[in-house]
């Protein structure tokens, strides 16, 4: 069974640095893409970027590019993603999602459970 | 980047209804359109990839139609399990957007 489990809550300051992370279990971990995405509660869903952990290919939202940075470890079979200075409009909640094989139109077929990151 | 906009915005509904959520976008997509479904702390569950296709597990009573630009997500009769919100996902050019989501709510 494919499973994606994140790190916990988080409560952090402004400008203080984060990495949270999603680990994977199961089906080649590595072989897929995994994206992250940002739900402000109450909110729709924002795609903020992918990587794929074989090789740390990534490709990032420009909305979000230069504000986080993703990151993989392929022997752990987990992705990161990381803040070096935390603003309060960061608050919000976090999903990886594995983007599934070819033939699935791109949709994100499995999803961690979500990190809440709360900045004030 | 592909503005998405999702009708109605919540509906109410009875154990029973068929219920239609659209999906629109502002330029055509092909069939690269997903729709998922969220309840209240939980992640988003995959429904029904490729504007049509309903993924492993999911009931039939979901399905999903169009291309192009008008895409729609029908439930045949609804179930107490079905009140959630529900999204439209493009994934035909990057970056992949999201609507903003349907609520269905019990009538």
């Known amino acids: 069974e494919v499973r994606l489990v994140q790190s916990g809550p988080e409560l952090k300051k402004p400008g203080e640095s984060l990495k949270i992370s999603c680990k994977g279990s199961?089906?080649?971990?590595?072989?897929?893409?995994i994206a992250w995405v940002r739900q402000v509660p109450g909110q729709g869903l924002e795609w903020m970027g992918i990587?794929?952990?074989?090789?740390?290919?990534?490709t990032y939202n420009p909305s979000f590019q230069g504000h986080v940075t993703f990151s993989a470890d392929k022997s752990l079979s987990s992705v990161y993603l990381q803040w070096h200075s935390l603003k309060a409009s960061d608050t919000a909640l976090y999903y990886c999602?594995?983007?599934?094989?070819?033939?699935?139109?791109?949709?994100?077929?499995?999803w961690g459970q979500g990190t809440l990151v709360t900045v004030s | 980047d592909i503005q998405m906009t999702q009708s109605p915005s919540s509906l109410s509904a009875s154990v029973g209804d068929r219920v239609t959520i659209t999906c629109r976008t502002s330029q055509s997509i092909r069939i690269y359109l997903n729709w998922y479904q969220q309840k209240p702390g939980k992640a988003p569950r995959l429904l029904i990839y490729g504007a049509s296709t309903l993924q492993n597990g999911v009931p039939s009573r979901f399905s999903g139609s169009g291309s192009g630009t008008d895409f729609t997500l029908t439930i045949s009769s609804l179930q107490p399990e079905d009140f959630a919100t529900y999204f439209c996902q493009q994934t035909s050019s990057s970056p992949t957007t999201f609507a903003h989501g349907t609520k269905v709510e019990i009538k």
């Open positions: 999602a594995r983007q599934g094989e070819v033939h699935t139109s791109g949709s994100y077929d499995y």
């Open positions: 199961g089906d080649s971990f590595t072989n897929y893409w």
């Open positions: 990587i794929f952990p074989d090789d740390s290919d990534a």
